[in-house]
Nanobody, 123 residues
Framework: QVQLVEFGGGLVQPGGSLRLSCAAS????????MGWYRQAPGKQRELVAS???????NYADSVKGRFTISRDNAKNTVYLQMNSLKPEDTAVYYC?????????????????WGQGTQVTVSS
């Protein structure tokens, strides 16, 4: 089994910063893309940022220049540094990873999700 565990959410004032981290554990053979999604009340879940195993990154237009995604492949961990936070960044943030396990690697990979961490930007 695979688990994704997120850390780092909380309450921050507008203009502040937070750093989210997500560690994958379990019977992992390889991890392809990793990313962060968010879902605000009454809205659909949306991609915030993603990164490939080779280090290529992709960002939502709304967070470009403010958020930075990075990963530590040795630790199976992905990070999201969030700067210049705005009230509209308030949401539950979910970690996502495309993972092959030792048991199922011959069949390909599948998506795994973390439990979500709340980020609230408010004065």
């Amino acid at each position: 089994q695979v688990q994704l565990v997120e850390f780092g959410g909380g309450l921050v004032q507008p203009g502040g910063s937070l750093r989210l981290s997500c560690a994958a554990s379990g019977s992992i053979f390889s991890i392809n893309a990793m990313g962060w999604y968010r879902q605000a009340p009454g809205k659909q879940r949306e991609l915030v940022a993603s990164t490939t195993s080779g280090g290529s990154t992709n960002y939502a237009d709304s967070v470009k220049g403010r958020f930075t995604i990075s990963r530590d492949n040795a630790k199976n961990t992905v990070y999201l540094q969030m700067n210049s936070l705005k009230p509209e960044d308030t949401a539950v943030y979910y970690c996502n990873a495309d993972i092959s396990t030792w048991e199922t690697r011959r069949f390909g990979s599948k998506d795994y999700w973390g439990q979500g961490t709340q980020v609230t930007v408010s004065s």
